[in-house]
Each structure stands twice: as structure tokens, then as C-alpha cells.
């Protein structure tokens, strides 16, 4: 479920699936779709924070719902969502906390300001899975982070934790989960405040040099996951990653 409250012209969007640590099911990203669309088209909507309802921020795919959905094209809530996250043109703000897995860490690249606890954790399993990274991330991540370590995090698909993600500039801030909403919000309300057409220039000048790159980027990630994504040594890493979860259950 996604929950949507407007306050001083900013949108706050919440994850709100706590049962599944905000496992996106690809009704999910319909509505994270249709909000962020709903923020391009209102003037009164400066800013949009994204955050959760409990302690994971989002747990990746909820691979059952997503392997459902069928292939990976133009109509695809997944491929809608990723295409809407990269050409976004409002500052986009994220309060994260707890997990970000797969899509909660990579949906990250796509957004100005970052705010985090010191308990979160990040992870990109893809190459676990038998898959390649998405959301224009092998672009995105090593303009980050560096080559070697986006090549850590990609291929080895090693976590890290706040101090990591900070020291690469993943993250503006870490703080105590207690305090993380405050800050977050009054950044956003700060930036709600400021002179419109100034800030959106702003974004479109920071943005600009990698707009393009990023979205050939992930119309090629697209096309090697939808590969990837059929081939066996995937779909035994899934039956396997299935199996590991009815076991511990």
C-alpha cells in the first residue's frame, strides 16, 4: 500500500506494506506511479518525500508479484516506474531507515537529498539472483561511488551500512531514527519555501549531463534483465531463494 499526505506544498509518499518490509508488489509501483505523476501536474506540490511506515525502508521486489507480471515492456508498472523516477523534475527527498534492498537502495540514485539511521542497511543482490542491475544504477552508482566500489556493491552484492553510504556520498545525513521524519520534513519544507522556478532550474542543471546516459542505461539494463531474467541459472536462484524462506518459515 502506498500512502500519500500533502502538507505546505510537500507530497510525503509512504510505503506502507510492514508485513512484507515494503516489498514492492507492481500494484505498488502503480500507485508510486500515479503519485509522482499527480506531483509533476500540480503546481502546489514543490517537494516529495518518500518514506516508510515501519522500520525497512523497502525489501526490494516482491519477487512472487513481480515474476507475475510478465515481461519487462513499455507497460510494465515496474518499467512505468522507473522511467517516471528518472525524469522526475521536482526535488525528491528520501527518509530511509532499516532496509533498503534491490529497488530501495537503487531508487535512491534518482533522488536530491538522502536522510538515513544509523541502522540502515543496503544491498544490491542482483548478481545472487542471477540478474544485472536496473533503474539506470550502472550508471548512476559508480558516478557516485567510484568504479571499484559500485563494483563491490554490484557484482558481489555485498551489503554496507550508513557510515558507508555516507562516506560515498550515497546519503546527505545519518541520524537517530527518532529524529530522521523532523529532519527529513523540514528539509523539504525548506526547499517548498524557496523561489519555484529557481529550485526546479536548479535540478534540471545538477541532472542534465546524466539524464540522458541514465535512461539509455536502463532501457539496456531492461533488455539484459528481461534475458537474464528467463534464463536457468535464474530461475534456480529464485526456486532456491524460495526455498531458503519456506524453510526458515
Given at each position: 500500500m502506498i500512502l500519500t499526505e500533502l502538507n505546505q506544498g510537500v507530497l510525503t509518499i509512504t510505503l506502507h506494506r510492514p508485513e512484507k518490509k515494503?516489498?514492492?508488489?507492481?500494484?505498488?509501483?502503480?500507485?508510486?506511479?500515479?503519485?509522482?505523476?499527480?506531483?509533476?501536474?500540480?503546481?502546489?506540490?514543490?517537494?516529495?518525500?518518500?518514506?516508510?511506515?515501519?522500520?525497512?525502508?523497502?525489501?526490494?521486489?516482491?519477487?512472487?508479484?513481480?515474476?507475475?507480471?510478465?515481461?519487462?515492456?513499455d507497460q510494465h508498472p515496474t518499467v512505468i516506474f522507473l522511467?517516471?523516477?528518472?525524469?522526475?523534475t521536482k526535488p525528491l527527498i528520501a527518509a530511509v531507515d532499516g532496509l533498503a534492498i534491490g529497488i530501495g537502495t537503487t531508487a535512491l540514485l534518482h533522488c536530491d537529498l538522502v536522510y538515513v539511521t544509523e541502522r540502515v542497511r543496503f544491498q544490491l543482490p542482483f548478481t545472487a539472483l542471477g540478474l544485472c542491475p536496473e533503474a539506470g544504477s550502472s550508471v548512476l552508482l559508480p558516478q557516485?561511488?567510484?568504479?571499484?566500489?559500485?563494483?563491490?556493491?554490484?557484482?558481489l552484492g555485498e551489503d554496507f551500512g550508513a557510515n558507508e553510504a555516507l562516506q560515498m556520498g550515497l546519503v546527505n545525513q545519518v541520524i537517530n531514527a527518532d529524529k530522521?521524519?523532523?529532519?527529513?520534513?523540514?528539509?523539504?519544507?525548506?526547499?517548498?519555501?524557496?523561489?519555484?522556478?529557481?529550485?526546479?532550474?536548479?535540478?534540471?542543471?545538477?541532472?542534465?549531463?546524466?539524464q540522458q546516459p541514465t535512461l539509455a542505461a536502463?532501457?539496456?539494463?531492461?533488455?539484459?534483465f528481461q534475458q537474464l531474467l528467463v534464463s536457468d541459472d535464474c530461475q534456480q536462484r529464485v526456486k532456491g531463494f524460495f526455498g531458503t524462506k519456506n524453510n526458515k518459515s
Amino acid at each position: 500500500m502506498i500512502l500519500t499526505e500533502l502538507n505546505q506544498g510537500v507530497l510525503t509518499i509512504t510505503l506502507h506494506r510492514p508485513e512484507k518490509k515494503n516489498a514492492l508488489s507492481q500494484q505498488m509501483y502503480r500507485d508510486l506511479v500515479q503519485a509522482l505523476q499527480r506531483a509533476e501536474a500540480d503546481s502546489g506540490i514543490k517537494v516529495v518525500l518518500l518514506a516508510s511506515s515501519s522500520d525497512s525502508f523497502c525489501a526490494g521486489n516482491d519477487l512472487q508479484d513481480f515474476l507475475g507480471a510478465g515481461e519487462l515492456n513499455d507497460q510494465h508498472p515496474t518499467v512505468i516506474f522507473l522511467y517516471q523516477l528518472a525524469r522526475f523534475t521536482k526535488p525528491l527527498i528520501a527518509a530511509v531507515d532499516g532496509l533498503a534492498i534491490g529497488i530501495g537502495t537503487t531508487a535512491l540514485l534518482h533522488c536530491d537529498l538522502v536522510y538515513v539511521t544509523e541502522r540502515v542497511r543496503f544491498q544490491l543482490p542482483f548478481t545472487a539472483l542471477g540478474l544485472c542491475p536496473e533503474a539506470g544504477s550502472s550508471v548512476l552508482l559508480p558516478q557516485v561511488a567510484g568504479y571499484q566500489k559500485a563494483a563491490q556493491y554490484l557484482l558481489l552484492g555485498e551489503d554496507f551500512g550508513a557510515n558507508e553510504a555516507l562516506q560515498m556520498g550515497l546519503v546527505n545525513q545519518v541520524i537517530n531514527a527518532d529524529k530522521l521524519m523532523t529532519l527529513a520534513t523540514g528539509k523539504a519544507q525548506t526547499l517548498a519555501q524557496l523561489p519555484d522556478a529557481a529550485v526546479l532550474a536548479t535540478k534540471k542543471l545538477l541532472r542534465q549531463q546524466l539524464q540522458q546516459p541514465t535512461l539509455a542505461a536502463i532501457a539496456k539494463e531492461l533488455e539484459l534483465f528481461q534475458q537474464l531474467l528467463v534464463s536457468d541459472d535464474c530461475q534456480q536462484r529464485v526456486k532456491g531463494f524460495f526455498g531458503t524462506k519456506n524453510n526458515k518459515s
